[in-house]
């Protein structure tokens, strides 16, 4: 059976979450909207990320000394702060750190202040559990003013230029002046008793109060509708690509800036886009480990001279230039084992687009540029394959590649780049440049847990 790294998503939620809003630092995104009158003691917030970097998710400033913020720090620990004349009332921060790049985590925060008890006054659970054990723990007095929903604030999702988020939102609510349960907002699955699910939520727009509200990004044109119909969020330097099929309930690979690989590669656009200087061969690899099945995948080069590879490899390869079976396209080379052989094959130019169909059932390896398959390759029928068993393809490992002094944006079938034409996978999902052959799928848990 296929295999995946760490991560949330399975395969029947009973409820799908269509849409994400993927998050790009280096472009300063953000979402804003004016508060009202709500309630400053009680508040509900729920949302699902997919992100191993730092950033302020939500917050309502009025200076540096008076905000309210949630975020991940700069040690990768969520935290949940307010700040009121300079001195912190409120400040839990876990212990537990966000550092995996391939999972979605489900984000649950009640505060209450009129609680007796102090530990109920701030609460927070990570995928359905509550948190015990915290790094730092400072709980508001009873009866404490907080700034989560003071009047006529501006309240930002994405918050703090130079620490914007960097990843995937998904399904963010904030429930004004009521407490409600985890479990209004997920469940756990019956058959999988350890995994969390988003359940749907639109029912509780009745809760909302003055200030609460419910993104699902679902409209490309208005990524800030408030889908309780409450007041829109103003969009800044966010468009119609950032929206994602990258959910909780489909998650999608991504490059892993995890991997112990050769280089120091710099990742962007939800671990989708991939630099390198002209210092060594920038290595990457997905999220995703495969060992059967056929999968499909697209790589745009940036690069004005193209130098990157595009590869399959055993997972315990951790060196070299090429590691593994694929194409390197400076050389326009077949690579086998990690060496660069024969002769050089067509051409490569900056903005190409190229594929490989991965087909592990019956070991066989097809590369296209811009839609043609190299050495008259059909991998629908299976025949002259660009690379096979007999070479050494291995049966299970990643994808990856490398680039050199340039830049590339791979698609696993969420693209951060736009598409001209638009093709799913058999299955329905992907949306790629090309159509993918008959029977290959895109890099989702949906396809590789069918």
Known sequence: MPLILGTNSIKDTGYDVDNSLRFNKGDDPSLSRSTGDGNERIGTFSFWMKSDDEGVIFRIYTDG?????????????????????????????????????????????????????????????????QVTSFGASTYPSQNDDLFMNANSKTAEISGTSGVRVNGYLAEFVLIDGTVKAVTDFGEFDSDSPTIWKPIDVSGLSGDKGVNGFYLDFEDSSALG???????DFTVSNLTAIDQSTDTCTNNFATLNPLANLTGSPTFSEGNLKVAGD????????????????KWYWELKDLTSSPDGSLLFYDQSISSGSHPGYGFVLNTRKKVINGSPTGSAIGSSAQNDIWSMALDLDNGKMFIARNGTYLESGDPANGTNPFIQTSDGLPSEGVFGGHVYNGSMELNFGSPSF?????????????????????????????????
């Open 65 to 129: 000394n008076n905000f309210f913020d949630i975020g991940v720090d700069g040690n990768r620990q969520l935290q949940v702060r307010n700040k009121a004349s300079g001195s912190y009332n409120l400040d839990l921060r876990t212990n537990q750190v966000f550092r995996d790049p391939s999972a979605w985590k489900h984000i649950f925060i009640v505060i209450d202040t009129t609680q007796s008890t102090e530990s109920n006054r701030a609460k927070m659970f990570i995928n359905g559990t």
């Open 278 to 293: 002209n210092s060594a061969n920038h290595n990457w690899q997905t999220t995703f480990v495969v060992s059967s099945g």
């Open 418 to 450: 736009s598409i001209s034409s638009g093709n799913t996978d058999g299955n329905g999902f992907g949306n790629f440049e090309y159509a993918p052959p008959s029977g290959f799928l895109a890099l989702c848990t949906n396809n590789l847990n069918a």
């Open 225 to 231: 509708n408030c889908a309780f119909g409450g007041t």
